[in-house]
């Protein structure tokens, strides 16, 4: 499993923005957004398979930076919050105000919690 750095700047982010994140969280098995256009993706994909997808949807004036990262980083007033894609099964009530982003493959579910990370 890979890390990557995923961070962009939208030209018209009124108009794409939750399009981009749904694609980023779609594109690995877990994800962190430290800040607001600045990402974490766990996944088995390449650089370049990474940037193929997210193209897709950006305009010509967006930019884009994609980078293969190792687990440590330096934080100042944030933090990181792992989240992995939601599993197929679960049910959400149409009165719920929960967002359920793309659902992963089914596969095993034997991994540990994933940890906060903290500024040093």
Request: proline residues 5%; charged residues 25%.
């Amino acid at each position: 499993m890979r890390t990557y750095l995923i961070s962009y700047d939208l030209a018209k982010p009124h108009l794409i923005k939750h399009v981009v994140a749904q694609a980023i969280m779609a594109a690995g098995h877990s994800w962190a957004r430290p800040l607001e256009q600045t990402w974490y993706v766990r996944t088995e994909e390449s650089e370049e398979a990474l940037e193929a997808k997210l193209t897709r949807i950006l305009d010509s004036e967006d930019g884009l930076l994609i980078q293969r990262v190792k687990e440590e980083a330096i934080l100042t007033n944030t933090s990181i919050r792992w989240f992995k894609q939601r599993q197929a099964g679960i049910e959400i009530g149409s009165d719920s105000n929960i967002i359920a982003f793309p659902m992963a493959k089914a596969g095993p579910t034997d991994e540990p919690e994933l940890p906060f990370a903290e500024a040093c």
